[in-house]
């Protein structure tokens, strides 16, 4: 076999095992968001107490200056989402928050139910009909703890 | 990617980066980059299989790259949006708040990639091929989907303190 087929083997082993790598690493920080308690955003963000006893779910949207995509996908992904409440925080500057969701990768954007529990969380760019789905799922799960 | 800013602080290419609030960054300069970066290493790839000596692709764009990021005046596919594709018309520009500075990084990143592979060019050709392609794989899906693994390197860096956000 030539020395290109043989490094066209490589590096497609490399890209698989890289994306193989990258699914368990999102998976388990995905799995330590959900698994913990409501988290005291109160303490980070600036929200008042309506904010937080209004029922609906919202967005916690990490992003950061040098994040192109963020500026390029996931802004107006957010943009098409209509009067969905999306709190915005620099991942480099909030370094505690963004700790606090494992945020390894920009945008990540978590789902976040009204008394701080995270619902859903995307590292990665999330496309609006995915945030549609994840809210209009947190709403249910909302409708029914209130029933 | 960082551009040259004349000393009064105004970008000499209107949609390149300044200096200013707000930068702006001309994403297509960006995608010609990577379409170079993509296209010289296939080049170079496929090529070599019939004539080896146009492996010496991969340490010219190592040096292209590096001399881009370190002076953006040299770099080869940059300039030859700013000079010729945009003023023609033949690319149109896409100014997009943004900083330069992760592109640059990923580009230098990128550069250095290069230059290991062409060291293993001719004692191991396999490894330099394969270094020289993941380049290559990485440049295709920053210019097709938007993910942009320097980038991401940058912010991991930028977050524990190697690099100072500016």
Request: contains cysteine.
């Amino acid at each position: 076999m030539s020395a290109q087929l043989w490094a066209l083997a490589v590096v497609g082993i490399m890209v698989l095992a890289a994306a193989g790598l990258e699914a368990l690493r999102a998976r388990r920080a995905r799995r330590r968001v959900l698994g913990s308690g409501p988290s005291d955003l109160a303490r980070h963000l600036p929200m008042n107490r309506e904010e937080l006893r209004a029922r609906d779910p919202y967005i916690l949207y990490f992003t950061g200056e040098g994040c192109t995509v963020c500026r390029t996908h996931q802004d107006p992904a957010l943009a098409r989402l209509g009067d969905v409440r999306v709190d915005k925080v620099d991942a480099v500057a909030e370094r505690g928050l963004a700790d606090r969701f494992h945020v390894y990768m920009l945008p990540t954007t978590v789902v976040m139910a009204a008394d701080g529990h995270a619902l859903h969380v995307n590292y990665g760019y999330a496309p609006a009909p995915k945030l549609e789905r994840q809210l209009a799922e947190a709403r249910r799960t909302a409708l029914t703890a209130t029933a | 990617m960082s551009t040259p800013t004349s000393d009064k602080g105004f970008p000499r290419n209107p949609g390149e980066a300044s200096d200013f609030v707000g930068i702006v960054v001309d994403h297509s300069a960006l995608k010609i980059n990577q379409t170079g970066i993509v296209a010289t290493v296939l080049v170079a790839f496929a090529g070599s299989a019939l004539y080896q000596p146009l492996l010496v692709l991969i340490p010219l764009l190592a040096i292209v790259l590096l001399l881009g990021t370190f002076a953006p005046r040299l770099a080869l596919f940059k300039q030859l949006y700013f000079k010729v594709l945009k003023p023609r018309g033949i690319v149109k520009p896409r100014p997009v708040q943004d900083r330069p500075e992760p592109h640059n990084f990923a580009q230098g990143l990128g550069g250095v990639f290069l230059a290991v592979a062409s060291i293993f060019l001719i004692p191991l050709p396999v490894i330099g091929l394969a270094l020289s392609l993941l380049v290559a794989v990485l440049a295709f899906v920053n210019l097709a989907f938007g993910y942009c693994l320097g980038c991401q390197i940058f912010f991991q860096l930028e977050r524990r303190g190697v690099l100072k956000p500016s």
